[in-house]
């Protein structure tokens, strides 16, 4: 039994360390090019005033570099070239190196270079390139939660930049991310208590991007909690048409 472990273990590994040569290639680019001290250069030129295309911009860089190098190296290279740039906008230094390092983690089921998927398919035996698409497709709520540090710093326990922290910021940001997250999730997976129509799956991503959209006013008006309301709101009528719907398709036994 031990001889016969062995043997598929190492049958198992041969997809995974095509994989990780593959992984060479990309790590010999990176390396041989110099493309992260331009990209980031870049980066820093075009989005010096933006924020948020700032922080695509430092996703992509960070998925890209996370892809042929480990998490902690991609971090520390992204802190160093990028750290500096998050801190000129506003960005609270521990909040920018969790992005950044949050990011470099997400590289990992991120195709075409998801090693953690690649292992996952080697241990189920599974399509590799499937099992990352799907591992990507359940990843992806993932990735809205590093924005949500940045636009709500109260989820790290941390006080906004000239504010303070008090109990109510961190209600409101953990209520308002928790929702926001279970209406991507419910969107995404196309359930709730029961599969949803298209009509509901919309209502549940506008929910989603109205809890999780970084816009806190427009002009001078604050619409922050406007918007939070109105997307949980949208979420608890889908919720509660789908129970309804639910329980009115749901068959009942009547007494003999």
């Known amino acids: 039994e031990i001889i016969s472990s062995m043997t598929k273990s190492a049958k198992n590994g041969v997809a995974l360390v095509a994989a990780s040569a593959c992984v060479g290639i990309i790590i010999g680019i990176v390396q ?57 906008l506003g960005v609270l230094p521990l909040v920018a190196h969790l992005f950044i390092f949050y990011f470099g983690m997400m590289s990992m089921v991120t195709p075409p270079v998801a090693l953690a998927g690649y292992a996952s398919a080697s241990i189920a035996q599974a399509p590799m390139m499937k099992t990352s698409l799907a591992a990507f497709r359940f990843s992806l709520v993932g990735f809205t939660l590093p924005f949500m540090f940045v636009y709500r710093p109260a989820l790290c326990l941390l006080a906004p930049v000239g504010g303070e922290l008090t109990a109510a910021a961190v209600f409101h940001a953990v209520l308002a991310a928790t929702i926001g997250i279970l209406a991507l999730a419910t969107g995404l997976a196309g359930y709730f208590r029961r599969t949803l129509g298209l009509l509901e799956r919309g209502g549940m991503f506008v929910s989603a991007g109205l809890l999780l959209a970084p816009i806190s006013q427009i002009g001078e008006t604050e619409v922050g909690v406007a918007l939070d309301i109105g997307g949980a709101l949208l979420f608890l009528a889908v919720v509660a048409v789908n129970v309804m719907v639910g329980d009115k398709n749901t068959p009942t036994i009547e007494a003999a």
């Open 32 to 88: 041989q090019t110099g493309i992260a001290t331009d990209f980031s250069a870049t980066i820093k030129g075009v989005v010096e005033t933006n924020l948020f295309l700032a922080l695509l911009g430092i996703m992509v860089c960070s998925l890209i570099l996370g892809m042929g190098v480990p998490s902690v190296v991609c971090y520390l290279l992204m802190a160093t070239l990028m750290g500096s740039l998050l801190g000129e």
